[in-house]
């Protein structure tokens, strides 16, 4: 059974700096793609970012491009997002998803809270 938890969440000023993690338990984390999708208020769920099984190849929203940074450690089964130039649009509930490189697996963490606001 697969468990994902998310931290790293909070609030944060337009232009400003967070880093999310996501903690997996059980031995599969190294064999899966991986992913960061948000969800904001009265919008549908979106991908920020992907990350193949390896870590070689990444994919990202255009919204997010050259702002946030998605890598992994398969050794400590904990993947990261880091997100720089943080805006408003960037307000939402960030998950930690395990499964597939180009969409949505069936694994998902409970989400956390990101605030971007002066």
């Known amino acids: 059974q697969v468990q994902l938890v998310e931290s790293g969440g909070g609030l944060v000023q337009p232009g400003g700096s967070l880093r999310l993690s996501c903690a997996a338990s059980g031995s599969i984390f190294r064999l899966n793609a991986m992913g960061w999708y948000r969800q904001a208020p009265g919008k549908q769920r979106e991908l920020v970012a992907t990350?193949?099984?390896?870590?070689?190849?990444?994919n990202y929203a255009d919204s997010v491009k050259g702002r946030f940074t998605i890598s992994r450690d398969n050794a400590k089964n904990t993947l990261w997002l880091q997100m720089n130039s943080l805006k408003p649009e960037d307000t939402a509930v960030y998950y930690c998803n395990m499964g597939r490189y180009s969409s949505p697996g069936d694994y998902w963490g409970q989400g956390t809270q990101v605030t971007v606001s002066s």
């Open positions: 990350i193949s099984s390896s870590g070689v190849r990444t």
